[in-house]
């Protein structure tokens, strides 16, 4: 009997201490908060199979809704011919859309295959050229133009990128 009360206090406590992690939002991956503001703006989206997409976050429930969504195309030049030098790739901000398959302008995530999210400020490079963009298309500009992304100083560690990464490099 006594050991049947102690196995049916330790279950009360464990499903307690459940409850409470459950409550305090243990074990949830980190989103921004639900207010007006982060609506307001741009949201980086960095996923599980190494693409990061840019657009206007909502939330509901399990999944997170993306609209307004741009990513980055990493441009491979072609190969140079031996002893000249090698062209750098060059970065485009792609709208999601423009695509052969035409998808809509909605994506929706769940939770479980996003490792980080980024409340973008309007001063950043990748908010400057989706502002860039919209201002180009409203001028009538060429609806399938890739706007090229702004030059950035180099970083000490690579960004992710939108593309599968490669095993070599020719040299």
Do not use: C
């Not at 090698?86 to 695509?99: H, I, R, T």
Request: charge should be neutral; proline fraction near 8%.
């Amino acid at each position: 009997m006594k050991r049947l009360l102690t196995l049916l206090v330790a279950i009360i406590i464990l499903i307690a201490i459940g409850l409470g992690a459950m409550k305090m939002g243990v074990g949830q991956p980190l989103l921004p908060p639900k207010s007006d503001e982060a609506k307001e703006g741009y949201t980086a989206v960095f996923l599980d199979n190494d693409q990061v997409y840019f657009g206007k976050l909502s939330i509901s429930g399990k999944v997170v809704i993306l609209k307004d969504i741009y990513y980055i195309r990493l441009n491979q030049p072609q190969p140079q011919k031996e002893g000249e030098d090698q062209a750098q790739p060059q970065l485009s901000l792609v709208k999601l859309g423009d695509q052969i398959h035409g998808p809509v302008d909605e994506m929706r995530v769940n939770t479980d295959h996003i490792l980080f999210v980024e409340r973008l400020k309007d001063e950043s490079t990748v908010v400057k050229a989706i502002k860039t963009e919209k201002e180009n298309k409203a001028k009538g500009g060429d609806q399938n133009a890739q706007t090229p992304a702004p030059a950035v100083a180099p970083a000490t560690e690579p960004a992710p990128t939108t593309t599968a990464p490669t095993t070599e490099q020719k040299q």
